[in-house]
């Protein structure tokens, strides 16, 4: 069966076009990643199958539900992590999880098994404040209060962004453990050594999706191209990509990084000073990609 059906999807701000002609559906029980940089359409594409935006074109369906006309009964039955810090930072861990529960008429008790493996590890703060925990604790905790309901499909928009990599894989542990409950999810992430661990994955760009397969398949469906780095921060740079999923070789050469990598279509060399989050400043020649395109994914 289907959980999620999304027919010729357009959405634009203004003159902006966020997103265009999104077709593609997730299989019940299925986990589902959607890939792409930021300013991708991810988030706008969350909103609407959450039912917080209407699409200018299009429609979608959740459990066989439409996102406009059955807004009330979707938001019943998904669990919801936005991009954005969505805790109440003055309440603590315990209250935060109590509140949530209760807005959506039931309780902690009725649904622990759902959250007992990730709450244990949150239960000796349970009385600090959500506010001061850190990222992972952050992120674990709004897990919690999206799945104390027992959603039938759960939405998590970039849920590691910002998150130490020791937390980002105890996330994926969870999230393989609640698709054997059956729950549906569907993730966005910039990192495809993430994506790599879903089902199937949706490549998307300038709000256009590019490929839809396995992992497996849209890595092999790439050529293997050779380009240059230059960091401010060789080093530690030298040390991410060494274990960056689609990596294949990393050589020292003078200023450089030398790089052999698949999943890319680059051609000739990239010069640049990687700053936070891949962000750039630049010269291509003779390239296909953006800086953006290459290294999000490889970092």
Not at 120 to 145: D, H, I, T, V, Y
Request: glycine letters at 8%; aromatic letters at 10%.
């Amino acid at each position: 069966m289907t959980a999620i059906q999304i027919h010729n999807i357009h959405k634009s701000f203004g003159k902006t076009k966020a997103l265009s002609n999104i077709d593609f559906s997730v299989g019940e029980g299925e986990l589902f990643g959607l890939i792409g940089p930021d300013g991708a359409g991810k988030s706008t594409l969350f909103r609407i199958l959450t039912t917080l935006l209407i699409p200018d074109e299009g429609r979608a369906e959740v459990v066989g539900l439409d996102t406009v006309k059955d807004f009330k009964k979707i938001r019943k039955i998904i669990g919801y992590m936005p991009g954005k810090f969505s805790l109440y930072p003055d309440l603590s861990v315990q209250e935060n999880l109590q509140f949530f529960a209760t807005i959506f008429g039931t309780t902690i008790e009725a649904n622990y098994h759902l959250i007992k493996d990730i709450y244990e590890q949150l239960a000796p703060f349970k009385k600090r404040r959500a506010g001061k925990l850190s990222g992972g604790m952050k992120q674990k905790l709004a897990l919690c209060c999206a799945l104390i309901h027992k959603p039938e499909v759960l939405f998590l928009d970039e849920p590691t962004t910002g998150v130490d990599s020791v937390s980002r894989a105890e996330f994926w542990e969870m999230l393989k453990r609640l698709k054997q409950q059956g729950i549906t999810i569907l993730v966005s992430t910039p990192y495809m050594d993430e994506a790599a661990l879903c089902e199937r994955i949706a490549l998307i760009q300038t709000g256009e999706i590019l490929q839809i397969d396995t992992p497996e398949n849209i890595t092999n469906s790439y050529q293997k191209p050779l380009f240059a780095v230059r960091s401010a921060d060789f080093y530690r740079l030298l040390k991410e990509l060494r274990s960056a999923p689609f990596t294949e070789r990393v050589e020292p050469f003078g200023e450089f990084l030398h790089l052999t990598t698949k999943g890319f279509d680059v051609k000739g060399e990239v010069e640049g000073f990687l700053a936070a989050k891949g962000h750039s400043e630049v010269e291509l020649k003779e390239t296909k990609a953006t800086i953006e395109d290459v290294f999000l994914d490889l970092m």
